[in-house]
């Protein structure tokens, strides 16, 4: 058992401090866990372009100062009154969308969706179930979370219906990714789409989300893989995953969407996929898909005040325009089988991780690889 149950840590954090500027390396204060919370040690960490999103100013529910990271493998270290699911010792992955499994909860009894909304606004607004925070910097000034997870951060605090116990044999550093990006690239290809063998595909954006998309539907049996980006260096690692085709719209005269629905295929693609967040994008997936059926997907999230458009018609002649957050995946339920097929070999990630770190205080470091645009996914080891 640890020696701080009930107490306070003091540990390394990087905090956003103000957008738009670097991460600053400080010690922070991470109180214990409150009833149905969990306070976890960090091991490992994966930049996404969400922490990016928010660090760059664009996101309308960013807070400073706060602790961003939410793509990460953990270690619970002590749990708060009430806490069943897991225990000191468990390995978990913190989930930015909570599953509460309650009965009453229509959202978790559902099927059809993983938007469990029980902790929703205390999460947007940068603070616990409770109203309060777990984080204090140096001065014993109060600091914001992020996504309700935190984990720039060798130590910080869950709710408990964020924390998906894990296989504790898997390698913390490698699983991290089903945190976010991979498992919502795959989740919506599998769960909100529901790709069909011999479908067709156009992927828009090919980073790891889109990759994984691209991984999702050669899984899933898909035969016509289109992969789209503006940088052909990403082309190679979409064709070893499944991509039969690549193309740069640099490289082609007049709308992208017409030439994929026209010149590419007849009609167009069973499905497609936005994993850019640019609402222009958006668009042209949405007319590359098939006349009668075609089905496109918003993974991507645009920058605060946009909207997307088209013309109304494309929607009265049969294309379906959906989103999906996190793939449609219940985190509680569906990241832990997500590991077992990892560890069986059926889904491997490891081509995802292009640049590795060691300490917290690199976060910086992997931040700069990601804006590169040669990463995917640079993972930062704690411990």
Not at 234 to 243: D, I, S, Y
Not at 312 to 323: A, E
Not at 368 to 380: F, N, P, Y
Request: charged residues 20%; contains cysteine.
């Amino acid at each position: 058992m640890s020696e701080f149950v009930g107490k306070p840590i003091t540990c390394k954090a990087m905090v956003a401090r103000a957008a738009k500027q670097p991460l600053v390396e400080e010690t922070i204060i991470v109180d214990p866990p409150k009833a149905g919370e969990v306070r976890v040690k960090v091991i490992a960490n994966a930049l996404c372009h969400t922490d990016i999103y928010t660090l760059d100013g664009f996101d309308p529910e960013g807070l400073f100062p706060c602790i961003l990271g939410h793509e990460a493998g953990c270690i619970v270290e002590s749990v708060g009154e009430g806490v069943t699911s897991v225990a000191p010792g468990d390995h978990v992955i913190p989930c930015y969308t909570p599953q509460c499994c309650e009965t009453s909860c229509i959202f978790c009894q559902s099927p059809k969706t993983n938007l469990c909304p029980k902790i929703r606004s205390t999460q947007g607004n940068g603070i616990m179930p409770d109203g309060t925070v777990r984080f204090h910097d140096a001065d014993g000034n109060d600091i914001y979370h992020f996504m309700g997870c935190s984990t720039m951060a060798e130590y910080t605090v869950l709710a408990e219906i964020s924390c998906a116990k894990i296989d504790s044999t898997a390698p913390l550093e490698k699983v991290c990714l089903f945190g976010c990006g991979v498992s919502t690239g795959l989740g919506a290809v599998w769960n909100t789409c529901k790709v069909e063998v011999s479908s067709s595909v156009a992927v828009f954006g090919l980073g790891a989300v889109g990759l994984a998309v691209i991984q999702g539907a050669k899984i899933a049996g898909a035969t016509k893989i289109i992969g789209v980006d503006l940088n052909p260096a990403k082309f190679e690692m979409a064709k070893q995953l499944g991509a039969t085709d690549c193309v740069n719209p640099k490289d082609i005269e007049g709308p992208i969407q017409k030439h994929i629905a026209g010149t590419m295929t007849k009609w167009g693609v069973d499905y497609s996929f936005d994993c850019t967040g640019n609402v222009e994008v958006m668009r042209s997936a949405l007319e590359c898909s098939h006349r009668g059926w075609g089905v496109s997907c918003v993974i991507g999230v645009a920058a605060s005040g946009h909207e997307i458009s088209t013309r109304p018609f494309q929607l009265v002649t049969g294309r379906v325009w959906k989103g999906t957050a996190f793939g449609g995946f219940k985190s509680r339920t569906d990241v832990p089988q997500l590991v077992e097929r990892f560890m069986s070999g059926s889904l491997p990630i490891d081509h995802f991780i292009t640049h590795n770190f060691s300490g917290v205080d690199e976060t910086n470091k992997a931040i700069d690889a990601l804006h590169s645009g040669e990463c995917l996914r640079a993972v930062v080891k704690y411990f």
